[in-house]
């Protein structure tokens, strides 16, 4: 059973804070010499205990993550990253500011289409949405008239380019069930559930929180998988998934234990490093490497990681990356020749506008 932040002493407080130093995060040894997990610590200004957490969609050196979590007083905070050798998140700049409102956010904060933030908040059992610009949470879903169980704890939407890519899936704390959402845009920048799919045969255990995808070609993992924090059982797992982006339950690894109240989840665009949030245990921010870094997007082309991100620079490595021959240079697709031409230019602001850095 979870504790919330209301109902904690100031004993349980002290026992909380030091959780983590009474837990040792051990990467389990079938990864342990692949991959290394670094603690973050607290991020400045930031309320105990944590959700979720993700980057801004529109830049990959704030983060985004939810303090006062489970309750009415909860709110996404910003924070400002620092990155060292290899662009790796190393830590926190300043002090955080409040994002927006987002009472009871949970395990699942994560981007989705049209720039929303996509909120799973528990134990109330809804799905919270809040646009670009927005500070207030301007939709939420009631979702038990659609016989989600109580309560959803996570959502995240399938990547590009794996199985699945786009779907929008959800997965509930005290049951570990596993759903299917088609969303439709409502006509007001925010999104509906048409309908919701149970997958019974993904049904997940450990009283699963945020859920990720692993970066495709990673050490370890040929197939295309799935990283879940589980907060019943204070570890991490890995799941291959199927043609729909489902996990396949006879596939679980355990990636990570030890640890107290694992949380969010979510994977950093820049370097491909796991980035975790306990709830609890301190309320820390944890970060695994030595996944492999997502492909370049488009339209940052030089990987400058400064406004403006978008220069002359990258028009140059755009050119030189068609002369190369690589594919994604055609940004339309176009298959007769000249493949590259005016279209292309359009596409590749419209790939910047649209978030893809």
């Known amino acids: 059973m979870r504790l919330r932040s209301s109902?904690?002493?100031?004993?349980?407080?002290?026992?909380?804070?030091?959780g983590l130093a009474a837990h040792a995060q051990i990467v389990a040894p079938a990864f342990a010499q692949n991959y290394t997990i670094v603690d973050l610590g607290s991020p400045a200004g930031v309320l105990q205990n944590y959700g979720g957490l993700t980057l801004k969609f529109d830049d990959p050196t704030t983060l985004l993550i939810g303090g006062s979590a489970n309750g009415s007083a909860g709110q996404i905070w910003s924070i400002h990253v620092t990155r060292g050798a290899g662009n790796h998140i190393t830590g926190f700049s300043g002090t955080a500011t409040v994002f927006c409102e987002a009472a009871y956010n949970?395990?699942?904060?994560?981007?989705?289409?049209?720039?929303?933030?996509?909120?799973?908040?528990?134990?109330?059992?809804?799905?919270?949405?809040?646009?670009?610009?927005?500070?207030?949470?301007?939709?939420?879903?009631?979702?038990?008239?659609?016989?989600?169980?109580?309560?959803?704890?996570?959502?995240?939407?399938?990547?590009?380019?794996?199985?699945?890519?786009?779907?929008?899936?959800?997965?509930?704390?005290?049951?570990?069930?596993?759903?299917?959402?088609a969303l439709t845009a409502d006509g007001t920048g925010t999104y509906d559930v048409s309908?919701?799919?149970?997958?019974?045969?993904?049904?997940?255990?450990?009283?699963?929180?945020?859920?990720?995808?692993?970066?495709?070609?990673?050490?370890?993992?040929?197939?295309?998988?799935?990283?879940?924090?589980?907060?019943?059982?204070?570890s991490v797992a890995t799941y291959e998934i199927n043609g729909t982006g489902d996990p396949i339950i006879a596939t679980r690894r355990e990636f990570i234990s030890g640890l107290a109240g694992a949380e969010?989840?979510?994977?950093?665009?820049?370097?491909?490093?796991?980035?975790?949030?306990?709830?609890?245990?301190?309320?820390?921010?944890?970060?695994?490497?030595?996944?492999?870094?997502?492909?370049?997007?488009?339209?940052?082309?030089?990987?400058t990681l400064n406004p403006p991100y978008l220069n002359v620079n990258d028009f140059g490595c755009f050119l030189n990356r068609y002369a190369a021959g690589d594919p994604w240079a055609n940004c339309d697709g176009s298959t007769s020749e000249p493949t590259l031409n005016v279209n292309d230019f359009q596409c590749f602001l419209n790939k910047y506008a649209a978030g893809c850095f």
């Open 106 to 181: 949970d395990g699942g904060v994560t981007n989705g289409p049209g720039h929303v933030l996509f909120l799973a908040r528990w134990p109330v059992n809804e799905l919270g949405q809040t646009k670009a610009g927005s500070t207030i949470t301007d939709k939420i879903i009631n979702l038990a008239p659609l016989g989600i169980a109580t309560s959803i704890s996570s959502i995240n939407f399938v990547p590009v380019g794996y199985p699945g890519a786009g779907r929008c899936k959800i997965s509930t704390y005290s049951g570990g069930e596993w759903w299917d959402l």
């Open 195 to 234: 309908t919701a799919t149970q997958v019974p045969a993904s049904q997940l255990s450990g009283s699963p929180e945020g859920f990720t995808y692993v970066p495709l070609g990673s050490p370890l993992f040929p197939q295309p998988s799935l990283i879940v924090a589980e907060y019943g059982q204070g």
């Open 7 to 18: 109902t904690l002493t100031a004993a349980a407080i002290a026992s909380l804070a030091g």
């Open 264 to 303: 969010g989840s979510f994977i950093d665009p820049v370097t491909g490093d796991f980035l975790f949030s306990t709830f609890g245990g301190g309320s820390h921010v944890l970060v695994v490497r030595g996944f492999t870094p997502p492909p370049p997007c488009y339209a940052n082309c030089d990987g």
